[in-house]
């Protein structure tokens, strides 16, 4: 079965620190993994994908995220993190053969950027 | 800017009411889902729709119901509203490929008094 792990409920950055949010999948097949961002009362932004090709990926807002086949990782980065950034973070994957593309969505992981 | 709307933000209802949450998308999507979050918790799928009178059930077992009957349109309806309804609804949609993930509403942010 397909499942995203984020470990850590909360992560607390001082701002201008680089900052790291966890991320694990398990899928059969090919993965295809995402980032998205949910600030107070709003939907769901999408941040950044993997598909294929280069490991690193660059999305919105000068984030970044490592895929990591062999340690079936995908965590989200940013070199210097801003206030504006404390939100919540939500990693999801697709892949296999059956899974017709849905989104397998991790638990969030709570970022507070402290000033 | 959205491409994919859901009205109303906020609802304050009596229990026992009927309600239909609204959610529209104008990207041309096949898919759409439906998922119940509280605050800051994670997200739970309890309808998605692969098309036109496709729908079905998700993961969290929900008393809602929805019905998908053109492409653009996928509202949730709650025959009987009870306390433990209260929580955000977001709608979602994508398109048949992979490629770009979902495209999320606003959502609604549901309180049953």
């Known amino acids: 079965a397909q499942s995203v792990a984020q470990p850590e409920d909360q992560v607390n950055v001082a701002e201008g620190n680089p900052l790291t949010v966890k991320c694990t999948y398990s899928?059969?097949?090919?993965?295809?993994l995402f980032w998205y961002v949910q600030y107070p009362n709003r939907g769901l932004q999408f941040l950044l994908k993997?598909?294929?090709?280069d490991n690193l990926v660059k999305g919105s807002y000068g984030f970044e995220a490592e895929f990591n086949k062999s340690q079936t990782s995908f965590h989200l980065k940013k070199p210097s993190a801003l206030v504006s950034d404390s939100a919540l973070y939500f990693c999801a994957v697709s892949g296999g053969d059956d899974s017709n593309y849905q989104l397998i969505w991790g638990a969030g992981t709570k970022l507070i950027i402290k000033p | 800017e959205a491409d994919i709307y859901q009205t109303p933000r906020y609802l304050v209802i009596g229990t026992g009411k009927k309600i239909t949450l609204e959610c529209s998308q104008t990207?041309?999507?096949?898919?759409m889902y439906w998922y119940q979050q509280d605050p800051g918790m994670e997200l739970h799928l309890i309808h998605y729709s692969y098309g036109v009178n496709s729908t079905e059930k998700g993961d969290l077992s929900s008393e809602s119901t929805v019905s998908r009957i053109r492409t653009e349109h996928f509202p949730l309806t709650l025959e009987s509203a009870r306390p433990s309804h209260t929580s955000q609804y977001l709608c979602a949609s994508s398109d048949t490929g992979i490629y770009d993930g979902y495209t999320f509403g606003s959502g609604t942010r549901l309180t049953v008094v």
């Open positions: 993997y598909i294929t090709g």
């Open positions: 990207m041309g999507h096949d898919k």
């Open positions: 899928v059969s097949g090919n993965p295809y």
